[in-house]
C-alpha cells in the first residue's frame, strides 16, 4: 500500500503544512505539464503483483512475511498491509522485441524464490484475487504488517468515519453483509497491477483508453468469486476494496473508485482532484526539494483509482533526474499463473496503445457512465457480462475481447515492436481463455460445483495446478 513513513500521531500543524507543501507541490507539477518537462523515452511496461503466504497444513493465511523478508532480502519483495501477503515487483522493460518474455521470466524467477523462502517456513504462496480459505477471524489487527503506515492509515480512516465501523455489503449469489472494525479487509484482496509509461500529451488519452479497458480487463483477470465462503461476484475484489477503505459521507472523497469523468487535456486533472476532492491521510513531513514532489506522491499513493496515473523520476548520471509519468491500471486480479499475468499485460500493452493512438478518441462512441457501468456489469458476470461497446445495442464481452479487442492488441503490440511470436504467444493465452470460458474465477465456481464447498481441497488443488505453471485455460477439475 505505498510507502513507509515514520510517525503515527499527526497535529493539526501537520495537516496544515502538509497541505500547503502538497499545493505548492502541485502547481510545480502543473508548470511542468505547461512546460513539457517530462521525459520523452520508449514505451516501457512493469507490474506488481501481490501474493498469499499460507500454511501447508491447512491452506489458510500464514504470519510468515516478516521471517520470510529477513530471509529473501530481495527489493523486488515488499510487505503488504497483513503478515500474510506480500508484494512481488518486476524490472520496468522497453516494450519492443521479446519483452513480455522477459517479464515473465522475471516473475517466474522472482515467484520459485519466494516459494522455496517460505518453504523454509513451512507455508506455500498463492496468486489468487481472494484466497478461498480465509475467514474473518483472521482479518484482525494482530496481523497487521507492524509499519507506521498501515498504522496510520487505519487510524486517519476512521478518523474521517468519526469512528464507524466499516460496513461490507456485496450482493450475489450468497450476498454478504459484514461488519469490520478496522481497514483489515482490504488485506483480503491481491491485485497484479499493470503499469505503462506515458508521456504527457498522450497522458489522457492514455488515462481514457484505461478506464475503457477496464471492463474487458477485469472480466479476463476474475479470480476472486469467493469470500468468507459466499459466492458473490466473478471479481469480488472490486466491491471489496472499494468499501474496505471507505472514509463515509460523499461518495467524491471515496478513496478507491473508477472516478467520475474522463479526463479532458491531462492527468494533471486527477492531481488536482487529489487537492480539491480527497482529504490528507498521511500528513509525513519531509525535507525534500521540491522538486522530488514527495509530499504529492504520498497523497496520490492513499488514493486508490483503479486507473491511476502516478508520477516518477528517471536517473541520470551527472544529472538531475528528469520526471516521467506512468499509468497504473489496477483492475485485474493476481492470476492464477504467471503466463496468465503476462497474458493480461500484453492485452491491455496492445489494446491500450492502439485506443491511445487511434484516429477517432474511443471516448467520444463509449460515454464516461457507460465505461463505468460496464466495468461494474464485467466486475459482478465475468465473461457472461452483455453490455453497448460503441453501439446503442448489447454485446456480449467474448465477442468484444475476440473480434474487436485482440485484432487492435495485436495491431498495437506490432507498433510498438513486439516481435510477432510473441504477440501470438500472449495473445494467443487470452484468446484461449475466452474461448473456452476458463478464468481463474470460473474455475474456481467448476470446481465447487463439482466437488462441494470444500475450502481447503479447492485452494489445494488451485495450488497443485498452480504448480505445473500452466495458464488457467489449460486447468483441469481433476
Not at 21 to 35: C, K
Not at 172 to 199: C, Y
Not at 241 to 260: H, W
Amino acid at each position: 500500500m505505498g510507502q513507509d513513513i515514520t510517525d503515527t500521531r499527526f497535529t493539526p500543524a501537520d495537516f496544515a503544512e502538509f497541505q500547503a507543501r502538497l499545493n505548492a507541490e502541485t502547481e510545480l507539477l502543473a508548470a511542468w505539464f505547461n512546460d513539457d518537462c517530462f521525459a520523452e523515452t520508449p514505451r516501457e511496461g512493469g507490474f506488481e503483483m501481490e501474493a498469499w503466504l499460507v500454511d501447508r497444513r491447512h491452506t489458510a493465511p500464514a504470519p510468515v512475511i516478516e521471517p520470510l523478508l529477513a530471509a529473501l532480502d530481495d527489493p523486488l519483495v515488499v510487505p503488504e498491509l497483513a503478515q500474510f501477503n506480500l508484494e512481488l515487483n518486476g524490472t520496468p522493460v522497453r516494450l519492443t522485441g521479446d519483452a513480455l518474455s522477459s517479464l515473465a521470466a522475471e516473475l517466474t524467477k522472482t515467484l520459485r524464490r519466494v516459494r522455496a523462502g517460505a518453504a523454509e517456513l513451512g507455508a506455500n504462496v498463492v496468486t489468487c484475487g481472494i484466497l478461498p480459505t480465509l475467514r474473518a477471524e483472521h482479518l484482525v489487527m494482530a496481523r497487521m504488517t507492524p509499519r507506521e503506515r498501515y498504522r496510520a492509515l487505519n487510524e486517519q480512516i476512521l478518523r474521517l468515519r468519526e469512528g464507524a465501523p466499516i460496513w461490507l455489503a456485496i450482493h450475489g449469489e450468497q450476498p454478504l453483509t459484514f461488519e469490520q472494525q478496522d481497514v483489515m479487509l482490504e488485506a483480503a484482496a491481491t491485485s497484479f497491477q499493470i503499469h505503462i509509461k506515458m508521456n504527457a500529451r498522450e497522458s489522457a488519452r492514455i488515462f481514457n483508453a484505461s478506464k475503457i479497458l477496464s471492463a474487458p480487463m477485469v472480466a479476463l483477470a476474475a479470480n476472486s468469486p469467493f469470500l468468507f465462503g459466499r459466492e458473490l461476484w466473478c471479481e469480488t475484489r472490486i466491491p471489496l476494496f472499494e468499501q474496505s477503505v471507505s472514509v463515509g459521507g460523499s461518495p467524491l472523497r471515496e478513496r478507491v473508485g473508477f472516478g467520475i469523468n474522463y479526463a479532458q487535456h491531462s492527468v494533471l486533472e486527477a492531481f488536482r482532484a487529489n487537492v480539491r476532492r480527497y482529504p490528507v491521510l498521511l500528513p509525513q513531513l519531509m525535507d525534500t526539494p521540491r522538486e522530488q514532489l514527495a509530499h504529492l506522491r504520498l497523497h496520490n499513493g492513499t488514493i486508490w483509482r483503479w486507473n491511476r496515473p502516478l508520477v516518477g523520476f528517471d536517473a541520470h548520471p551527472g544529472r538531475a533526474p528528469v520526471p516521467h509519468l506512468r499509468m497504473e491500471h489496477r483492475v485485474a486480479a493476481a492470476g492464477p499463473s504467471v503466463a496468465d499475468n503476462v497474458a493480461n499485460a500484453a492485452f491491455y500493452f496492445g489494446a491500450v496503445h492502439a485506443l491511445a493512438a487511434a484516429a477517432e478518441p474511443p471516448e467520444r462512441r463509449i460515454s464516461f457512465p457507460q465505461a463505468r457501468s460496464n466495468f461494474y456489469l464485467a466486475a459482478e458476470y465475468g465473461l457472461d457480462a452483455a453490455f453497448p461497446w460503441d453501439e446503442a445495442q448489447r454485446v456480449k464481452l467474448p465477442e468484444i475481447i475476440l473480434q474487436r479487442l485482440l485484432p487492435l492488441a495485436h495491431a498495437g503490440l506490432a507498433d510498438l515492436g513486439i516481435d510477432a511470436a510473441e504477440r501470438e504467444h500472449w495473445l494467443g493465452i487470452v484468446a484461449q481463455r475466452v474461448r473456452t470460458k476458463r478464468t481463474g474465477a470460473l474455475w474456481q465456481r467448476a470446481w465447487v460445483a463439482r466437488y462441494g464447498r470444500d475450502w481447503e481441497g479447492l485452494t489445494e488443488a488451485y495450488l497443485a495446478h498452480q504448480a505445473t505453471e500452466k495458464p488457467v485455460h489449460q486447468w483441469t477439475l481433476d
